[in-house]
């Protein structure tokens, strides 16, 4: 079946630093990603919807300029949390429909990235 | 109003117990649904999809009212395995884009315990 394959499943940095969570479509081409991001005991609160060859779209409340998205081909998209913050901690976790011509389709999930700020 | 919401449980239930959530969606243009199960510190994992005839995988059974714009879980015979978030997940089509957007409800959390 589908495998989204995401990393690194685990980043501990000081303030201030710039982290960069690799997301990857292993067996099948995404031309859409979805960035989530998931505080204790909350839901999955989407952050954006990464477009492969175009910008992403952003949820509101979600600075772009913070979080940067690239999906540059057909199997990886980046999210790069730029000078994190300890209030950017949180649980960042990747999906993509398996077919690429039909987004109405469940999510295939990377792994996760648990990102902890000093 | 959130566009998918859950109650978040707890719900402790015995070995052996029957128990059913529910989850409510805003967005009448809610094209598919589905259940997922969260363990602690992990992603999801697509449990089951829900169609509109009702399904049914094992001990496990979804159903769809689009007109009352609920989905539900049935977990029979529950086991201490079961115990986790279960999400559930409305694809809503988003026109602008030609494409569906996953929204989650916030979870609910099932204890299962001997």
């Known amino acids: 079946g589908a495998v989204v394959s995401q990393h690194p499943s685990w980043v501990i940095c000081k303030s201030g630093t710039s982290v960069k969570i690799e997301c990857r479509s292993l067996?099948?081409?995404?031309?859409?990603m979805f960035w989530y991001r998931q505080f204790p005991k909350q839901s999955l609160m989407l952050m954006a919807t990464s477009n492969e060859g175009s910008k992403a779209t952003y949820e509101q409340g979600v600075e772009k300029d913070k979080f940067l998205i690239n999906h540059a081909s057909l199997t990886l998209s980046t999210l790069t949390v730029t000078s994190a913050h300890p209030e950017d901690s949180s649980f960042y976790i990747c999906s993509a429909p398996p077919n690429r011509a039909d987004s109405n389709q469940p999510q295939h999930f990377g792994d996760g990235t648990r990102l902890s700020i000093l | 109003r959130k566009e998918v919401e859950q109650d978040p449980g707890p719900f402790n239930v015995p070995e052996g117990a029957t128990v059913a959530f529910n989850c409510t969606y805003s967005n009448s243009a809610s094209q598919s649904f589905f259940w997922y199960r969260q363990d602690c510190r992990k992603e999801p994992k697509l449990l089951m999809s829900?169609?509109?005839s009702g399904n049914e995988d094992g001990r496990f059974t979804a159903q769809l009212n689009r007109a009352s714009q609920y989905i539900s879980l049935l977990i029979r015979d529950s086991k201490l395995s079961d115990s986790a978030t279960y999400l559930c997940v409305v694809n809503m089509y988003v026109p602008s884009g030609g494409s569906y957007i996953p929204t989650f409800g916030r979870g609910t959390s099932l204890i299962v315990h001997p």
């Open positions: 829900v169609y509109s």
């Open positions: 067996d099948f081409q995404a031309t859409t």
